[in-house]
């Protein structure tokens, strides 16, 4: 490696400074402490291959250098600091000196400052406890206001006192806490005031929730106080609040209604009738409203005292909790909730009970209940300001009415009983006039008032047709007998019954009318009365009045007499003696209805004379009954008749009569003697009474001979009926010439000639035809008006000789079974097949004419 080394050529002097450069640099580098050695360690390493070598060799003679300049420095400073050395220890002796000296100084200073600084210390604790009871008083002096403020809070809070708690709380926010806020007390204080407030508002919203549970119980007796005071005074619940005093404008008005009624009876005592009138549940009409005597002690007695609304509820939680949320700025919140609720408790009212239809208290109630509620929302509307409006009070109400509308039109529709009706319409008439006099429109109960009288008047109707039925049942259908004077002016005072015939005839005598008719228009009357009652005191004319009574008397009359009429006519038990009673009845009551308008009239004091003034439709109602009357009559004649006829028991096949009339023909035509006879002996004490029994029995005469001659010949001409012989021909003509013998002696005078006759000249015409077997007269003169068999028809002659021919046919096969060959009857057989075929022809051809 030497050799190596000594044949390198020597390095040039520029590469020499340049390596010694790079080296330099490198040592300082290392020498400074804020580069790092990796990066400087790793050039040193990354140039040459041998470049460490000759690093290391610098790097010693740099220590070399580095180690001559320190020891020159030191030998530099070595005789410096070898005086310095020897300067200080000869300080050093001072120094102890020194030391010891001020150490004694020290010591006696302590002992002297010992008690100053006692003293000291002991003053300046006194200065602070000075200077911090000065503080603590100028705080307390803050504070105790504060304290004494909210103590006066717990104190209000405590008595309920809760608008002046919170006025309180706001001064202790706005100038008592704020100024020792900084205290952990107040601080405390600040963050109980909501909390606080929250609390008021929670218990005044109790008090408010209870007041309204209270109210919403007390609402019946409030509403009963109302409506009674009304009923008896015209007056009304006084708000002292507001001030409000009302007038009893409609109780004048009801007044004078009511003694418009009274003298209406007094008009009927004065013509000395003394039959109580209709009277509700007992009582007469004089008992205004229900209320009898005694309860006129009761009336006087509350009179004396007139109460406030505040008299019966206690008010005050509203007004408190009202203010309350006034002052927390929370009004408006209130207001809604009390309305909601109050909205709530209003429906709640307007529920019924399912029952209250049965009884007068159900409906009381529920008016008691409905009148509270408003007279309470009327006293809250005057006595606070906002709380409730105006609007608010309409909107309510109107909610309220349509309800109340359809309560009562659905209830009132299954009450059957009058009475209880009639007590339902002056619960009505109170209850509007009361929440009338409450600033509340009540039109709409008023019309429906008029539907309820409706209903009035169908239960009524109802009840009048039960009556109606136990007098017509109960009624003997003859005549009135009358002993005396005294009965005779009972029966006048209760029927307008006028005859000068009668009044002549001496005791005792017979009224031609029966029983029912006084009973029946004395009942009318009541009637009218009773429909009366419900008209009171709905603030209507007179005229108004006046048509009601006269539509509802109509009514009463067109349909329920009427009715009542026509089952009585139509009951099996009636017979033609009561048939002919009832129309003479029929006929005095028809008379009496110009006596039921002049009745009318002094009640209303409304002329008949005035335009649009309804009549009584009484005339066609008793006319209607007469006619069906008179048609029962026939037609129980008819019956008779025809159970007779169903007694015939003819021999069709006799070959001779028995030369006397059947015997249920016989017993028939004495029935009809006995019958007319009857007729003829009713009473006619007058000529209107004479000539209606005298019309009713021709008509009946004449009905019962036209329905014999009929029923008659239905028995010759039945289907069922095959053949009849000459001789059961002979015997039937037997029987009509009994008939005809019946008509021709007139049973019922009054008849023109022989016009009763007529209604066997059918009959007569076609026996005549067959016993004198006279046919070529028939068919010459068929056709003609003046043939002597124009009552016979073709149709009616052809079906009677089918039947003989064949009876004739049968008797001869009977009698001889060579008959067919005898002359006679082979030419009578001709002469019948020849009639047979012409008759036919007749026939066919009134057929193909029609």
């Known amino acids: 490696m030497e050799n190596k080394a000594m044949k390198a050529l020597p390095d040039p002097p520029e590469e020499d400074d340049r390596e010694e450069k790079v080296y330099g640099n490198v040592l300082a580098e290392l020498e400074s402490v804020d580069l790092p050695l990796g990066t400087t360690l790793r050039s040193v390493y990354d140039d040459q291959p041998n470049a460490h070598k000759r690093f290391m060799e610098k790097l010693d003679a740099r220590i070399r250098n580095h180690d001559r300049e320190i020891e020159k420095m030191c030998n530099f400073h070595h005789q410096g600091f070898v005086d310095a050395i020897t300067e200080l220890l000869k300080v050093r002796a001072d120094a102890e000196k020194l030391m010891g000296q001020v150490t004694d100084t020290n010591q006696r200073l302590q002992e002297a400052g010992r008690e100053v600084t006692t003293q000291t210390e002991e003053v300046i604790r006194c200065r602070i406890q000075q200077r911090n009871m000065a503080t603590t008083v100028e705080k307390l002096q803050l504070c105790i206001p504060v304290l004494e403020m909210y103590s006066k809070l717990k104190e209000q809070l405590e008595f309920k006192r809760y608008y002046a708690a919170l006025k309180t709380m706001e001064q202790l926010e706005t100038f008592y806490i704020p100024r020792v806020s900084h205290y952990r007390f107040c601080q405390i204080m600040a963050e109980t005031l909501p909390k606080l407030r929250d609390e008021i508002k929670d218990v005044s919203m109790s008090d408010l929730k209870d007041f309204l549970e209270s109210i919403r119980k007390h609402s019946d007796k409030i509403g009963e106080t109302a409506m009674r005071q009304w009923a008896k005074t015209g007056t009304f619940l006084v708000s002292s609040t507001a001030g409000r005093t009302l007038l009893g404008d409609r109780s004048e008005e009801r007044a004078q209604q009511h003694r418009t009624f009274i003298s ?74 009390y309305r909601k609720q109050r909205k709530k408790q209003a429906r709640l009212v307007l529920q019924p009970q399912s029952n209250m239809h049965e009884t007068v208290e159900g409906y009381r109630k529920y008016f008691n209940q409905i009148v509270g509620f408003f007279v309470v929302e009327d006293h809250i509307l005057h006595a606070t300001q906002g709380l409730v409006t105006r609007a608010f009070t309409d909107e309510l109400w109107n909610m309220a009415l349509s309800k109340i509308i359809a309560v009562l039109r659905t209830h009132s529709s299954y009450c059957d009983d009058p009475d209880l009706v009639l007590e339902l319409k002056n619960m009505i008439v109170i209850f509007a006039d009361t929440l009338q006099g409450y600033g509340f429109t009540v039109n709409r109960l008023f019309d429906l008032l008029f539907e309820i009288r409706d209903q009035y008047n169908e239960t009524l109707l109802k009840k009048w047709a039960s009556v109606f039925r136990e007098i017509f049942e109960q009624d003997n259908y003859s005549p009135i007998p009358v002993e005396t004077e005294e009965e005779y002016k009972s029966i006048v005072c209760r029927f307008p019954f006028h005859d000068a015939d009668i009044e002549k005839q001496p005791f005792p005598k017979k009224l031609p009318m029966s029983h029912s008719v006084p009973q029946i228009y004395t009942q009318v009357k009541e009637f009218i009365y009773a429909s009366l009652k419900f008209s009171e005191s709905l603030h209507r004319s007179s005229t108004e009045i006046d048509d009601m009574l006269r539509k509802s008397t109509n009514l009463l009359l067109t349909r329920t007499l009427s009715g009542c009429l026509q089952n009585l006519i139509k009951k099996p038990h009636i017979g033609l003696t009561e048939l002919v009673q009832i129309i003479i009845n029929t006929t005095h009551l028809e008379q009496a209805c110009k006596y039921l308008e002049e009745f009318i009239t002094n009640i209303t004091n409304v002329s008949p004379e005035t335009i649009h003034t309804t009549r009584l439709y009484g005339l066609a109602t008793f006319k209607d009954a007469r006619h069906a009357a008179e048609g029962e009559i026939y037609t129980k004649l008819n019956q008779k008749i025809d159970e007779f006829i169903q007694l015939a028991d003819y021999e069709w096949g006799m070959s001779e009569s028995d030369g006397r009339a059947s015997g249920y023909l016989m017993d028939l035509i004495n029935f009809l003697r006995s019958t007319f006879q009857v007729f003829t002996h009713l009473p006619n004490n007058n000529n209107d009474h004479a000539a209606m029994s005298g019309k009713v029995a021709q008509t009946a005469c004449m009905s019962a001979c036209k329905h014999l001659a009929s029923s008659l010949m239905q028995m010759l001409l039945d289907p069922d009926l095959k053949q009849i012989s000459l001789g059961a021909i002979q015997q039937f003509n037997l029987d009509v010439i009994q008939c005809e013998l019946f008509a021709s002696s007139e049973p019922v005078p009054g008849f023109q000639g022989d016009t009763l006759q007529l209604a066997f000249i059918d009959l007569r015409q076609l026996l005549d035809l067959f016993m004198v077997w006279d046919w070529s007269t028939y068919l ?71």
Not at 310 to 315: A, G, M, P
């Open 264 to 337: 209406a009876m007094q008009k009927q005592t004065s013509l000395g009738c003394t039959k109580p009138l209709y009277s509700l549940n007992g009582r007469t009409p004089t008992q205004h409203n229900g209320h009898d005597g005694e309860e006129g002690t009761e009336e006087e007695e509350a009179e004396e005292e007139v109460l406030t609304a505040h008299d019966l509820v206690d008010f005050s939680p509203v007004y408190r909790c009202l203010h309350i949320y006034t002052v927390l700025g929370d009004r408006e919140t209130f207001e809604n909730y």
């Open 780 to 850: 010459a003169d068929y056709g003609q008006p003046s043939s002597k068999y124009l009552r016979v028809n073709p149709s009616t002659a052809l079906a009677l000789l089918e039947k003989v021919n064949r009876g004739m046919k049968d008797t001869s096969k009977k009698n001889n079974i060579f008959s067919q060959f005898r002359k006679n009857d082979r030419d009578k057989q001709r002469l019948i097949e020849t009639v047979v075929k012409q008759l036919r022809s007749l026939v066919n051809g009134m057929s193909q004419h029609s």
